[in-house]
């Protein structure tokens, strides 16, 4: 029998925190024995009367008012899932000012306002824990911050939205077109009414920023990340990629410099059909990694959904109880102590795939390849398609080359007038 415990309120009873509930009330017993600490909890809060009686728990437990849950004697750890900036920020700097621990699975918070939340947290002798705001379940947090730390990392690549991640898996196997796929994600449930922050890129971009400060040890700017979604990928590029060998992901790219600086990049991307992140399909993540010790480690899992996110909160929550239940912060936290700069987008190097529609003339492939050479842009495939008409298909792959001399070069072809349109332009380098 445990004699030691540990008191936890739960802010937000929707879909994630009811997983925490859940999993805190059913695992009572395994989290005494994997601990020896009576992980309790004392009070779950939300404005939504539904939600809160969804959880099943007394009424004795639960509240419409999150204040009177943050200035409890007895709550020890809080756990914010409310997700966004405000009133979470509130809520997590009353907890921690209070000597309260924090968990919380908001991406969007810990990117945005980070360094000032962990300052509070470290002011006040508290930890703030994070695990479950990047990859939901996969835990890269706690590998990035302890199993490990003795690397110095060349290289992160994330599928990290699983929205998108669906959306592309089912145009590959199907060769159906984003606004089709988008539309059946959001009938299942695996997009959101407004797909905006996913399909766009900006939850990946989030994200990114989290798990480069991880790997890194710097905080970035999230603005700073450059950033473009899915919307512009067609059924014929998925197919084209198919043909060459390559499935086309969304990925959050973070590259170190040896001048000390980092790429930080979220889009689309034509990743060779061998790599480990080709076979990550529907709605699951991975993060892999390049580290100067442990050389190639990818994670791999469900990125989201109410469980899986529970686990990843209520591992953190087994964290405190273990180490930090009496007071002090945890080694996670000391991460982002560099101040590194991120490397303009004009500066970074990828090789690119460019499909084009171009009148049916002699002379046409000359008047490209001739721009591409006054751009320093070297061409290592060209395919024409046959002429159904006074147009025809160009798909050209080219050498690495820097983003600032492709998007100028491309610029110059879009003036042809042989040229029709610019259907697609996709980095094909991991």
Known sequence: MASAKLGVGVIGCGTVGGGVVKLLVSEKDHLVRKTGVAVELRRAADLDPEKRAA?????????????SLLAEPGIDVV????????????????????????????????????????ALARKHGVTLHFEASACGGIPVIHAFG???????????LGIVNGTTNFILTKMHRAGAEFADVLAEAQRLGYA????????????????????????FDSHFDYREIHTEGIRSISARDIAIAKD???????????????DG????????????????LAAVSDSF??????????????????????????SAIVGDIIDLAMHQRGGGTSPRMNFGTLNKAVVPMGEVKSQYYLRLDVRDRPGVLAAIAKIFADFRVSISAVTQEEATGASVEL???????TEADFQKAVAEIRKLDVVVGVRALIRTQV
């Open 261 to 276: 600086r980092v790429e930080l990049r979220v889009h689309p991307v034509l990743v060779p059909k061998e790599h480990p």
């Open 395 to 401: 798909v050209i792959f080219t050498h690495e080359v």
């Open 55 to 67: 959880t099943g728990l007394p009424a004795s437990v639960l509240t419409a008012d999150a204040a």
């Open 79 to 118: 756990v914010e899932v409310i997700g966004g900036v405000q009133p979470a920020q509130s809520f997590i700097e009353t907890a921690l000012a209070a000597g309260k621990h924090v968990v919380t699975a908001n991406k969007e918070l810990i990117a945005k306002k980070g360094p000032e939340l962990f």
């Open 192 to 215: 959101e009414a407004d797909p905006t922050a996913d399909v766009d890129g900006h939850d990946a971009a989030y994200k990114l920023a989290i798990l480069a400060a991880m790997a």
């Open 146 to 156: 302890q199993s490990l730390a003795a690397n110095r990392f060349e290289k992160i």
């Open 285 to 310: 993540n991975a993060v892999f990694a390049r580290g100067n010790y442990v050389g190639d480690v990818m994670f791999y899992g469900r990125g989201a959904g109410a469980l899986p996110t529970a």
């Open 244 to 258: 060459y060998g390559f499935v086309i992901k969304l990925l959050a790219i973070g590259a170190a410099h040896d």
